[in-house]
Nanobody, 114 residues
């Protein structure tokens, strides 16, 4: 059974930083793709960042501020979020493509105050 456990969300002032972590377990091998999505209240879930091997993709809104990385030995993906803005307030979801199927974490709240 695949399980994703997220941590690192919380409340931070604008301009501050947070680091999200997500540990994946139950996959037969290291996930092909790992990433983060977010859902702002009242809006659809949107892609934040993905990482596949050494390749990364970012939403335009977070380029230059967020950095995605992974530790394959630990089956863990990270999202370093710097220069946070109030509009980054959302529930952030870990995502993996593993065992040829997509999986989602339970979500972690990130709140950026003015």
């Amino acid at each position: 059974q695949v399980e994703l456990v997220e941590s690192g969300g919380g409340l931070v002032q604008a301009g501050g930083s947070l680091r999200l972590s997500c540990v994946a377990s139950g996959t037969s091998s290291s996930p092909d793709i790992m990433g983060w999505w977010r859902q702002i209240s009242g809006k659809q879930r949107e892609l934040v960042a993905l990482i596949r091997g050494e390749h990364t993709n970012y939403a335009d809104s977070v380029k230059g501020r967020f950095t995605i990385s992974r530790d394959n030995a630990k089956n863990t993906v990270y999202l370093q979020m710097d220069s946070l803005k109030p509009e980054d307030t959302a529930v952030y979801y870990c995502y993996i493509l593993g065992n040829n199927s997509p999986y989602w974490g339970q979500g972690t709240q990130v709140t950026v105050s003015t």
